[in-house]
């Protein structure tokens, strides 16, 4: 055995010397030792190449376990090698700019407030959108075109006839499709290179902390008091900024609600939800079909700016939009001592 093990080495150092591939030498070596263990297993004991290969074949099979063992080992750690590095370009991929994408927010790089930094931050951002409704619709929309890099969108509701006057994030072929699903086609459509994670249900108590932690910013869009006080509470429990804005027939509201940063929460402002029937819902007052547009698109915009950090974002302030008579006020908001959710001291405490 000692000979096939010199005629190993000599293989290899030729090889080297020459050039010849590691394919070529192995396959030379594995026909060598094919050879000597057919000779090994096959030739009688009295044979003379016997005293050169050796007398005992399991010399000769453990040596082929080994080499064998070896082989894998170093095959498996190449393949581990090479998707660590695929695993690894595709990742700085994903955090570079594709070529499509330059051009698609070259507006958006030329401003100043942005420029490439601001998009490089809007591509790694996560916004999370409460309802896909006449609010949600608008904002999710913007956010795609945007560039924000991973939108989530929650909500238990079907598209519906009554919907498509101001919900412009679905069509008529949808109706009875789930909206998250029909807004997520849309942003698909609008931007294929951003990442969407739709949620077919409703926001409960029992997964609203857990889906909020995984998000930067949340965008409440949603039709009901239960709803907006509960993202309100998540939302200050984990120092997210919460853009909430509302709307019933000409008139709308938008504010960021930001307690970890100095601004109200959402219930600083509003203590309680309003008695029945001083509320009333879009069905039951109606409501103009171009203005959960405006809101909506306000909501991006206040999304963009914190994740850019441009600007003054709505934080302390509320700005009130009547589209009736073309008319916009803001008003200051501060954060009201005993607040049950952000926890403002009283003067006692």
């Known amino acids: 055995m000692v000979w096939f093990l010199a005629a190993v080495a000599v293989i290899w150092a030729l ?4 050039g010849s591939s590691r394919r070529a030498r192995l396959a030379l070596i594995a026909l060598m030792y094919c050879l ?5 297993v ?3 004991e009295t044979h003379a190449a016997r005293a050169m290969i050796g007398r005992s074949p399991g010399a000769w099979l453990l040596l082929g376990i080994l080499a064998t063992l070896a082989f894998l080992y170093t095959v498996g750690l190449r393949f581990l090698r090479t998707r660590a590095r695929r695993e690894t370009s595709e990742h700085r991929r994903q955090d570079t700019f594709r070529d499509a994408e330059l051009p698609r927010y070259a507006r958006h790089i030329m401003l100043r407030e942005i420029g490439g930094t601001g998009q490089r931050k809007l591509k790694e951002a996560k916004v999370l959108v409460v309802g896909a409704g006449g609010l949600g ?7 795609a075109a945007a560039g924000i890099g991973t939108i989530g969108v929650i909500d238990d509701d079907e598209v519906e006839i009554t919907n498509l006057q101001r ?3 679905h069509t008529d072929p949808r109706i009875g499709m789930p909206k998250v699903f029909s807004a997520e086609r849309t942003m698909k459509d609008l931007n294929p290179f951003a990442d969407i994670r739709p949620y077919s249900r409703r926001l409960t108590e029992d997964i609203a902390a857990e889906l909020v932690e995984d998000y930067d910013i949340v965008l409440d869009g949603s039709d009901n008091f239960d709803t907006r006080y ?3 509470r998540v939302c200050v429990a984990a120092g997210k900024p919460l853009v909430s804005a509302a709307l019933t027939q000409w008139e709308g509201q938008i504010s960021v609600f930001d307690p970890a940063r100095g601004a109200p929460c959402y219930q600083c402002v509003f203590p309680e939800a309003p008695a029945s029937g001083l509320a ?3 069905a039951e007052a109606g409501v103009l079909g171009p203005l959960p547009g405006v809101l909506g698109a306000m909501m991006a915009v206040e999304a963009v700016k914190l994740v850019a950090r441009a600007g003054e974002p709505l934080r302390g302030r509320m700005m009130i939009y009547d589209a009736l008579y073309g008319e916009t006020r803001t008003i200051g908001l501060t954060r009201r001592e005993g607040c ?3 926890g403002f001291p009283t003067d006692t405490d």
Do not use: D, K, R, W
Not at 137 to 143: N, Q
């Open 137 to 143: 619709s608008p904002a999710m929309m913007y956010l």
């Open 230 to 232: 509960l993202t309100n």
């Open 280 to 282: 009333p819902s879009c």
């Open 15 to 18: 090889g080297h010397v020459t």
């Open 42 to 44: 096959l030739l009688p």
């Open 36 to 40: 000597a263990l057919m000779a090994a």
């Open 167 to 169: 919900q412009i994030a």
């Open 340 to 342: 049950e959710t952000c």
